[in-house]
């Protein structure tokens, strides 16, 4: 069974909505065909389209599920952008990078354009952090168009998971990452290793028309309950994370057992 609590949209913000799923197997099932969806449905209606990627337990599990399904051959990979919402700064290959992840879970297995996924570069590219920072916030300069009025493109679509603390992408509350106005930082000092990442800014994933917070486990819950209250984002990343026309809570049951009943009203299955 999914719940869902429906909110609206008020003004211009984007106020969440909530999926709940039975189980984090579902829930990673779901969100694959979810997407699927969405880029077929843009594709068909502009062309092209672009997602953000995240990491993670459910993140990587979401990707590995859009490559197990036939349906996956609906999207037309080689008309998809690709981007990170943050990466460890770690070499190429590393276990631990995102992209590494991805690329073993769908990217490898799927026909995407090698020049049309952009990747957060390590130290074996020659490049600090902070360079590695800089020359991200350039592509992504490059790549935003007269209408996305900013120095991102406007995302179709953005992967975020959340963290028991709330952290999503590389923002962890109370660090400077979070009062960083440019649209691409380095982290220095993560709590959560490897200490140095490259992330995206809020103002970076507040471009984005759709975002997405994927999150499961009992861990989770404490912090879902939070970013779905009145919590500032400094303290609280995950409260800042909105999408300008659509923002989706896709949750299982464990990480979903705190919100408060006031939030909605439950679906049909």
């Given at each position: 069974?999914?719940?869902?609590?429906?909110?609206?949209?008020?003004?211009?913000?984007?106020?969440?909505?909530?999926?709940?799923?039975?189980?984090?197997?579902?829930?990673?099932?779901?969100?694959?065909?979810?997407?699927?969806?969405?880029?077929?449905?843009?594709?068909?209606?502009?062309?092209?389209?672009?997602?953000?990627?995240?990491?993670g337990t459910v993140g990587i599990?979401?990707?590995?599920?859009?490559?197990d399904t036939p349906a996956r051959?609906?999207?037309?990979?080689?008309?998809?952008?690709?981007?990170?919402?943050?990466?460890?700064?770690?070499?190429?290959?590393?276990?631990?990078?995102?992209?590494?992840?991805?690329?073993?879970?769908?990217?490898?297995?799927?026909?995407?354009?090698?020049?049309?996924?952009?990747?957060?570069?390590?130290?074996?590219?020659?490049?600090?952090?902070?360079?590695?920072?800089?020359?991200?916030?350039?592509?992504?300069?490059?790549?935003?168009?007269?209408?996305?009025?900013?120095?991102?493109?406007?995302?179709?679509?953005?992967?975020?998971?959340?963290?028991?603390?709330?952290?999503?992408?590389?923002?962890?509350?109370?660090?400077?990452?979070?009062?960083?106005?440019?649209?691409?930082?380095?982290?220095?000092?993560?709590?959560?290793?490897?200490?140095?990442?490259?992330?995206?800014?809020?103002?970076?994933?507040?471009?984005?028309r759709e975002v997405w917070l994927?999150?499961?486990?009992?861990?989770?819950?404490?912090?879902?309950?939070?970013?779905?209250?009145?919590?500032?984002?400094?303290?609280?990343?995950?409260?800042?994370?909105?999408?300008?026309?659509?923002?989706?809570?896709?949750?299982?049951?464990?990480?979903?057992?705190?919100?408060?009943?006031?939030?909605?009203?439950?679906?049909?299955?």
């Open positions: 069974m999914t719940r869902e609590i429906v909110a609206e949209k008020v003004g211009s913000v984007s106020v969440p909505n909530v999926v709940v799923h039975r189980s984090a197997d579902v829930l990673a099932k779901a969100v694959a065909a979810r997407i699927i969806t969405r880029l077929v449905d843009i594709q068909s209606a502009r062309g092209s389209a672009s997602i953000v990627l995240t990491g599990a979401t990707l590995a599920a859009i490559a051959d609906a999207v037309d990979w080689r008309r998809l952008d690709v981007w990170w919402g943050d990466e460890r700064f770690l070499p190429s290959g590393d276990k631990e990078r995102n992209e590494t992840g991805a690329r073993e879970a769908l990217l490898d297995h799927v026909d995407v354009d090698p020049e049309r996924v952009h990747v957060m570069r390590g130290p074996d590219s020659g490049m600090t952090a902070e360079e590695s920072a800089e020359s991200y916030a350039a592509e992504l300069r490059a790549a935003a168009r007269p209408e996305d009025h900013g120095p991102v493109p406007s995302f179709d679509v953005m992967l975020l998971g959340m963290g028991p603390d709330a952290h999503v992408a590389s923002l962890f509350p109370g660090m400077p990452a979070l009062y960083d106005t440019r649209s691409v930082v380095a982290v220095h000092g993560s709590p959560k290793p490897p200490p140095t990442r490259i992330s995206l800014t809020l103002p970076s994933i507040q471009a984005a994927v999150a499961a486990g009992e861990e989770k819950s404490g912090a879902v309950r939070l970013s779905l209250s009145h919590s500032g984002p400094v303290q609280v990343p995950a409260a800042g994370a909105r999408g300008r026309g659509r923002t989706l809570f896709l949750l299982d049951r464990a990480a979903a057992a705190k919100i408060p009943p006031e939030l909605g009203r439950p679906a049909s299955p």
